[in-house]
């Protein structure tokens, strides 16, 4: 109830303040002929123009604000209702389950079209194979990492281990991802380990994404982060092409030798990149 009556008090409040400020830009938008005849101050009429972005700018970050702090469900791992709300989201239904796919046979599909892609491997980490494309005026890094065993508690250290390792990492790069990769039967377990990712905010910093996904491809979901209004239009179109990419390789992994490591366990990390400390607190990127 008490947040209910915050979110009304909120919006009216944010919709007086836009009613007001429109009303006004309205009123000036009518005499701006009268502002062609101020003679030197005639300039003055442009301002109008300026007016309109800035109001069409403030807009849109209010419908920003309200949807990220109202419009968006928190789901508990613990609470079994909270997970049976989880997985009516159509949206995270992607394609029909694969019984017969293994995940390892996913991760070696999609490292191989990445490394045919411009991806270099750079670096085998505790969370994953991490992987770089800086040519031709890219900045894009995939982690990538099969579980067959996963749960909310695994889910979080390697999202929390990713996040450092983007922030400490001496290459920048602005958009990041991470998959986990998991062929695993129980279902209230990989929808506990989804919310690690629904619940998260891929914004890092001012300069920096980090998108995690879980592919859950005994059940045919892929869950990402629900709350994505603080991406813009062409991060938001970049990672909708990624997800596609994800899915592709999903349904239909290309035949392929396997890697010659297993890919769920670290492995020994290469000289372009170090491993970050793990965290003592939540690291950045997920909601409090």
Not at 187 to 195: G, H, N, P, R, Y
């Given at each position: 109830m008490k947040k209910k009556r915050s979110l009304i008090s909120e919006v009216f409040n944010q919709a007086a303040v836009l009613l007001v400020l429109g009303l006004a830009l309205i009123y000036l938008w009518r005499q701006r002929a009268a502002l062609g005849q101020l003679g030197p101050l005639s300039f003055l009429r442009y301002g109008l123009w300026l007016a309109l972005v800035l109001y069409l700018c403030l807009l849109i970050e209010t419908l920003r604000s309200l949807s990220s702090s109202y419009l968006f469900k928190r789901y508990?791992?613990?609470d079994p209702e909270s997970l049976k709300d989880l997985a009516r989201l159509t949206r995270y239904q992607a394609f029909?389950?694969?019984g017969n796919v293994e995940g390892v046979k996913v991760l070696v599909s999609l490292l191989q079209y990445l490394k045919r892609s411009g991806f270099r491997e750079v670096s085998r980490q505790s969370f994953g194979i991490v992987l770089e494309n800086t040519g031709a005026g890219k900045e894009e890094r995939f982690i990538l990492i099969y579980k067959p065993m996963l749960?909310?508690?695994i889910a979080d250290r390697h999202l929390k281990e990713a996040a450092a390792y983007v922030l400490q990492s001496k290459t920048r790069i602005r958009r990041n991802a991470i998959l986990l990769i998991s062929d695993m039967e129980s279902?209230?377990?990989?929808?506990?380990?989804?919310?690690s990712a629904v619940n998260y905010l891929p914004k890092l910093s001012s300069h920096?994404?980090?998108m995690p996904y879980i592919l859950d491809i005994c059940h045919g979901r892929l869950f990402y982060p629900q709350d994505q209004s603080e991406q813009s239009l062409l991060d938001r179109y970049y990672y909708r092409q990624q997800r596609q990419l994800?899915?592709?390789?999903?349904?239909?992994p290309s035949p392929g030798p396997g890697p010659s490591r297993?890919?769920?366990g670290p492995g020994p990390a290469r000289p372009l990149a170090a491993s970050p400390n793990q965290p003592s607190r939540p690291g950045p990127g997920f909601k409090s």
């Open positions: 508990d791992p613990a029909p389950p694969a749960n909310v508690l279902d209230t377990e990989m929808l506990s380990s989804a919310v920096c994404v980090l994800i899915l592709q390789h999903s349904m239909r297993p890919p769920q």
